[in-house]
């Protein structure tokens, strides 16, 4: 199981860029298929509550060193640690 964490941003269809912080990993892959990725992103805290009504809406999740991936939200938390929104990754991971 591969894991990432990052500086990253969440990049919207309408082109809205959220910034945040990003801890990912990887399950084993099946036979011949791309081993599925999920994560968490934490929005920061100058970037306010994050993207609206963002639950079961696909990104861009853009990676430091420029690689990128979509995923779709889950499910967002909101508490004392700011802002957490629960991603499940689209295809080959980024990291």
């Known amino acids: 199981m591969a894991t990432f964490r ?3 941003a969440l990049l919207s269809a309408d082109g809205v860029r959220t910034p945040g912080t990003v801890a990912l990993f990887t399950e084993p892959g099946r036979k011949g298929k791309v081993a599925p ?3 968490d992103f934490r929005v920061a805290n100058d970037a ?7 639950v079961g809406k696909t990104f861009t999740l853009e990676m430091p060193d420029g ?3 979509k995923v779709v ?8 640690g700011g802002v957490m ?3 499940m990754g689209e295809g080959a991971s980024p990291f």
């Open 67 to 69: 690689r990128s991936g």
């Open 37 to 39: 990725w999920a994560g």
């Open 6 to 8: 990052s500086v990253s």
């Open 48 to 54: 306010g509550q994050g993207p609206e009504d963002a």
């Open 85 to 87: 929104l629960a991603l």
């Open 73 to 80: 939200v889950q499910s967002l938390k909101s508490g004392k």
